[in-house]
């Protein structure tokens, strides 16, 4: 199975990413069949060098079966070459459990009246 992954490259601490087609059960740094593109997490977000992706391939590998990691269906979603994938599950914020609430109110009850104390004096 072909998959469309990062490899990392860079010095420590200075991480540099290649977008590559790979074999599924090859080593993450390790062989590959073409480039496709490069990601690097150091630049800042509006800088054009930051992701570049060679479209045309990437259209090409997908066509043939090939699948993108959730990282790259990212990127690839960011770039308009596939529908932007939904956000899993785990990253949304969970609800306020109860006792949070509960906290939160009297929280708020309490700010509420200390600054009305002052003013009655």
């Known amino acids: 199975m072909l998959r469309i992954r ?16 790979a074999d599924s059960r090859a080593p993450r740094d390790g062989r590959f069949i073409e480039k496709l593109g490069s990601y690097d997490p150091m630049l800042p977000k509006e800088h054009a060098d930051r992701l570049v992706i060679k479209e045309e391939r990437v259209k090409y590998w997908l ?45 708020a009850k309490a700010a509420a009246a200390a600054a009305e104390a002052p003013a009655e004096a």
């Open 6 to 21: 990062l490899t990392r490259g860079g010095a420590k601490k200075r991480p540099f990413y290649r977008i590559v087609v």
């Open 63 to 107: 066509g043939v079966g090939a699948q993108p990691s959730d990282r790259v269906a990212r990127f690839l979603g960011l770039s308009g070459v596939i529908p932007a994938p939904a956000l899993p599950e785990q990253t949304k914020q969970p609800a306020p459990k109860k006792k949070a609430q509960e906290r939160a109110a009297e929280k």
